[in-house]
């Protein structure tokens, strides 16, 4: 195994775990402990972990994902409007991407009345909202499960989403500064992401006021790789206008009282 595996590796166990100790990475990989010390080192300078004495754990400053079924009662009234203002995008007669969370989810509750309309998603969620609707065609990713935030994912999914071109791609956001870029809490669903990216001829991101300045585990991609974003009305001006300033459309989706 090359080192940079080895490394992706760990930090998937460390993201499992929450720490991981040299005695037990040693075993794991069948390599010396010294081996496992300078990959600790190498991950450290990379901000990716903070080493302890015989192991390591994450970093304070990363944030992640909360339980879904929590996650979709957080802001759900700002939700509710962007996935109303984010449906008011789609076309009948288009192809789109909705990916899995819980602003996205609110997306599909409003496209139900569509027609012919093709939904391909790596959510669950989406899907079951979705099968009622005559008119919305769904396809599924498939992939591994990740149960944390009912997303498909994996090599089976990626493989699938690179069989794919859509009009266009509704990006979930775990965690967004627009001087850096936008985040997730998962190395596997960062991958996922940079893939649906690809595969979407106009990429407009879904983010609630409360996952600004927020740094997560995996980066995804920079702002700039959205052509829009759609947000509430409680996201901070001078983040709206460093968005602007990348070229990305910022449009403000009103909260109902």
């Known amino acids: 195994m090359l080192p940079e595996e080895r490394r992706t590796k760990i930090l998937e166990l460390l993201e499992k775990e929450r720490g991981v100790k040299v005695s037990d990475l040693v075993k794991i990989f069948n390599v010396t402990g010294a081996t496992i010390r300078r990959d600790l080192e ?30 979709k009662r957080q802001n759900l009234k700002e939700k509710q409007a962007i996935g109303k203002v984010a449906a008011e995008l789609i076309n009948d007669g288009e192809s789109v991407f909705i990916e899995t969370g819980s602003t996205t989810l609110q997306i599909a509750k409003n496209i139900k009345h569509k027609h012919d309309v093709t939904v391909i998603t790596n959510s669950i969620e989406v899907a079951r909202e979705l099968l009622s609707a005559r008119g919305v065609e769904v396809i599924l990713t498939g992939g591994l499960l990740r149960k944390e935030t009912v997303a498909l994912i994996g090599p089976l999914a990626e493989r699938v989403l690179k069989e794919f071109r859509v009009d266009k791609v509704f990006l979930g956001i775990s965690g967004i500064i627009p001087s ?14 940079k893939l649906i990216i690809e595969m979407g ?22 702002t700039k790789a959205m052509n829009k974003i759609i947000v509430d009305e409680k996201v901070p001006t001078h983040y709206i206008d460093e968005l602007k300033n990348q070229g990305v459309e910022v449009i403000i989706a009103p909260v109902e009282d």
Do not use: N, W
């Open 42 to 71: 190498t991950l450290e300078k990379e901000g990716l972990l903070k080493r302890t004495h015989g192991g390591a754990v994450l970093p304070h400053s990363f944030s992640f994902e909360p339980l879904y079924i929590t996650k």
């Open 180 to 193: 850096k870029g936008m985040y997730t809490a998962s190395i596997a669903e960062a991958q996922i992401k």
């Open 201 to 222: 001829r106009e990429i407009i991101g879904v983010s609630d006021h409360s996952k600004f300045g927020k740094e997560c585990f995996a980066f995804v991609a920079p």
